[in-house]
């Protein structure tokens, strides 16, 4: 089955600085790579997604990105902020089916 | 976006009892799954709830301790049998909304359970 590898599993950044999360998967037909925000108590809420037949998606301060030869994908947190402090997930699934498979976690602290 | 609500919000279980999370969603969905996260830790897939027969269960999940029911495209249920506090964990129910949403994936509130 499908294994997705995330890193670092922590992160501190100042605020205003940028926070990047690395994921590894190891399934080439892994085509659905969504990225959760989870904060403390709380659901994870979607952040952002990205499918396989394009390279970056950006919104506003979050970005991902996609290589699909190297079987890695990156969220991009620019001009962090105290409320971005939270514990973030990738994942992956393939086909219609979007059964998930998630990183392991990281946890983002953006210091004031 | 889909809605779904989840029932209980938050329950402190007796060893050796069972326990019943209800999911409902406020649209005929097909896909829809049930997730575990223990404390601390990453999601982990239950099984695919599956309309009209039985649920699809991961690797290290068996119907006799996670019974899963959907009766219909907007409920489900995943009942945590003889519970011990190895169980203490969220579940959280998942829907895959329409193609209008894009297909994307939405969780429900989830279920904080406590077994002590």
């Known amino acids: 089955g499908e294994n997705v590898e995330q890193h670092p599993s922590t992160l501190s950044v100042q605020e205003g600085d940028s926070a990047v999360i690395k994921c590894t998967y190891s399934d080439s037909a892994s085509n659905y790579f969504p990225w959760y925000k989870q904060e403390l108590g709380k659901r994870p809420q979607l952040i952002i997604d990205?499918?396989?037949?394009?390279g970056e998606k950006k919104d506003q301060r979050i970005a991902v990105t996609l290589n699909k030869t190297a079987k890695h994908f990156s969220l991009h947190i620019t001009e962090t902020q105290p409320e971005d402090s939270a514990v973030y997930f990738c994942a992956a699934s393939m086909g219609s089916a979007r059964q998930l498979t998630f990183g392991s976690g990281t946890q983002l602290t953006v210091l004031p | 976006s889909a809605v779904i609500s989840q029932k209980p919000s938050r329950d402190i279980c007796q060893r050796g009892t069972s326990l019943t999370i209800q999911c409902q969603v406020d649209?005929?969905?097909?896909?829809m799954f049930w997730y575990r996260q223990q404390p601390g830790q990453s999601l982990t897939l239950i099984a695919t709830a599956n309309q009209g027969s039985e649920a699809t269960y991961e690797s290290g999940f068996v119907i006799d301790k996670f019974p899963i029911s959907r009766p219909n495209l907007t409920f489900s249920t995943l009942t945590v049998s003889n519970m011990s506090p190895e169980d203490s964990s969220i579940y959280l129910c998942?829907?895959?909304?329409?193609?209008?949403?894009?297909?994307?994936?939405?969780f429900g509130e989830g279920s904080w359970l406590t077994v002590v």
């Open positions: 998942s829907v895959v909304g329409d193609r209008v949403s894009g297909n994307t994936i939405y």
């Open positions: 649209s005929q969905v097909t896909m």
């Open positions: 990205i499918r396989s037949n394009v």
